[in-house]
Nanobody, 123 residues
Framework: QVQLVESGGGLVQAGGSLRLSCAASVSRNVMGWFRQAPGNEREFVAGIRWSGGITEYADSVKGRFTISGDNDKNTVYLQMNSLKPEDTAVYYC???????????????????WGQGTQVTVSS
């Protein structure tokens, strides 16, 4: 498994921005960001595949969030702009199981998780 440490969460007003960071102990071909609000299931937010530079986003964040990173530094970022109150959740960085080559949206395709970082957007 991969050790993952997130940072960058916090409280922001609607329309504001935050940048989350995730430091990984080793590299995986696909990294993702998920979020979980109270009473909800954990949901896919964005993913990046280093080979080919492929990125994918949940429909709810397209055009507002950007996933990026530096594979040489085992670091992934999530830039979140135009934040909405419905974006409030605990955000998790995740590493996809190594034998997958695509970006999968279901949490069961990931075997390593960070501790989570709280993002709160006030209206």
């Amino acid at each position: 498994q991969v050790q993952l440490v997130e940072s960058g969460g916090g409280l922001v007003q609607a329309g504001g921005s935050l940048r989350l960071s995730c430091a990984a102990s080793v590299s995986r071909n696909v990294m993702g960001w998920f979020r979980q609000a109270p009473g909800n299931e954990r949901e896919f937010v964005a993913g990046i595949r280093w080979s080919g530079g492929i990125t994918e986003y949940a429909d709810s964040v397209k055009g507002r969030f950007t996933i990026s990173g530096d594979n040489d530094k085992n670091t992934v970022y999530l830039q979140m702009n135009s934040l909405k109150p419905e974006d409030t959740a605990v955000y998790y960085c995740a590493a996809e199981k190594p034998y997958y080559s695509g970006i999968y949206y279901h949490p069961t395709n990931y075997d390593s998780w960070g501790q989570g970082t709280q993002v709160t957007v006030s209206s």
